[in-house]
Every structure is written in structure tokens, then in C-alpha cells.
């Protein structure tokens, strides 16, 4: 489904690229404007580019919810994926923006950084309440209690506990790809009271990566 759909989106922009070209291609003497065909093709590869990016993302989304829900029993339609996939994507967006805001950073070596992210409890609950209506919102009433009864434990822990929760990323500058590391510490109830629980995760981040976004403008800055 994503393949079809990532054809389609090069096709029209071949189209663009045909309209625009073929609109000033000839000018005096009937000689082809290279400098504007040139430009065309840039703009081409460019859209064809941030195209497939999007779709290699929004695609990495459903996968990693179908692996949260995986022995859940939880069954949606492949649309209705796609559709949840781009509210978990929101979410995490806002919530990149919050944590970037309220973290303590550190220049722990050259081109390494250590970003301390104290709880943001009562914006973390606006958020998770934000994030349950939008599933209302894109899969009806009835499937959204399905998703939540289901996958509310997975999202807790994929969202860091929406802001109960203390976290340190160690980032790692790159050519390309930054590596980011966080730890996410929460406290859980256990037998015998609470117990703190300590989740690592590690992942590649690209230019639009709110870390990657502030910290190169720390480099530049020097």
C-alpha cells in the first residue's frame, strides 16, 4: 500500500516538473532555457526526496505500533494504522518541543551532550488527553477505546509516562545521523511498594530532530 502510494506521489511530481519545464522551456531564437529546465529537475529530485522520507517514516510508525500491539489482540483496518501512526507522530513532535525546552544541558566532550529532562507532570497530562481525543478524532469513539484499553500500558512507556517521568539522553553529533541515547527512569507500583523502573532506548536522529535541531545551532553559535 505504502509502495502504490509512494509511486503515485513521483508520478505527480513528474507531472510538475513536465507543466513546469514545458512553460518556458523556449525563449528568443527558439533555444531551450537550460538554466530554468535545470532548476526544474532540482526541484524534482528535491519533492521526490522529502517524499519518500515522509513515507519511509510514516511506514517505521506503523510497524513499531503493530509491534506494541503485538499479543494484544488488537486488529485495525491498514488505513486505520496509517491514521493512528500519524497521531503517535504528533505526539511525539509536541512532545520533542516540550522536553527541548525544559531540558539541562551539557557538553560532556567534543561533539557529545548530556540533556537532563526534569518531569513536566501537568503539561504531560494535557498532552496524554490531547493525544486520546485525536484518536477519538481519526478512528471513531468506539475503536479508540479499543486502542487505548489496549495499547494505554505500550503508550505510557512510548511517551515516557506523558511527563511523570525523569529522563537523560547522551547525544552524539554525527556527519549525517546523530545518535541519541535516553534513559527513561519512572517509579511503578510493585509488590512491597513503588519500584523504579529504568528504560534505555537508542535510535538514529536526522536534521529535523528537535536535539539535533538546538544542538547544531549550539555548534554553529560555537
Do not use: C
Amino acid at each position: 500500500m505504502a509502495g502504490f502510494r509512494g509511486m503515485e506521489e513521483e508520478r505527480v511530481v513528474a507531472e510538475e516538473r513536465v507543466n513546469f519545464v514545458g512553460a518556458g522551456k523556449v525563449v528568443g531564437g527558439g533555444e531551450r532555457d537550460g538554466a530554468r529546465e535545470g532548476h526544474a529537475l532540482t526541484l524534482v529530485a528535491t519533492k521526490t526526496v522529502e517524499a519518500t522520507a515522509e513515507e519511509n517514516a510514516r511506514v517505521a510508525e506503523v510497524i513499531e505500533l503493530q509491534r506494541m500491539a503485538e499479543g494484544t489482540g488488537l486488529d485495525l483496518a491498514p488505513e486505520q494504522w496509517v491514521a493512528l501512526a500519524e497521531v503517535t507522530r504528533r505526539t511525539q513532535a509536541v512532545r520533542g518541543a516540550v522536553e527541548v525546552e525544559r531540558a539541562i544541558g551539557t557538553e560532556i566532550a567534543a561533539g557529545r551532550w548530556r540533556m537532563d529532562v526534569p518531569g513536566y507532570a501537568d503539561v504531560g497530562a494535557a498532552m496524554r488527553a490531547r493525544f486520546f481525543w485525536e484518536i477519538g478524532e481519526v478512528l471513531g469513539a468506539g475503536v479508540a477505546v479499543e486502542v487505548i484499553d489496549r495499547l494505554g500500558p505500550a503508550f505510557e512507556g512510548y511517551f515516557a509516562g506523558f511527563g511523570v517521568s525523569l529522563q537523560t539522553l547522551e547525544i552524539a553529533a554525527g556527519a549525517g545521523e546523530w545518535v541519541v541515547t535516553r534513559a527513561v527512569a519512572y517509579a511503578k507500583e510493585a509488590s512491597g511498594g513503588e519500584q523504579v523502573t529504568v528504560r534505555r532506548e537508542t535510535y538514529f536522529a536526522e536534521s529535523d530532530d528537535p536535539w539535533v535541531a538546538v544542538l547544531r545551532e549550539k555548534m554553529e553559535k560555537g
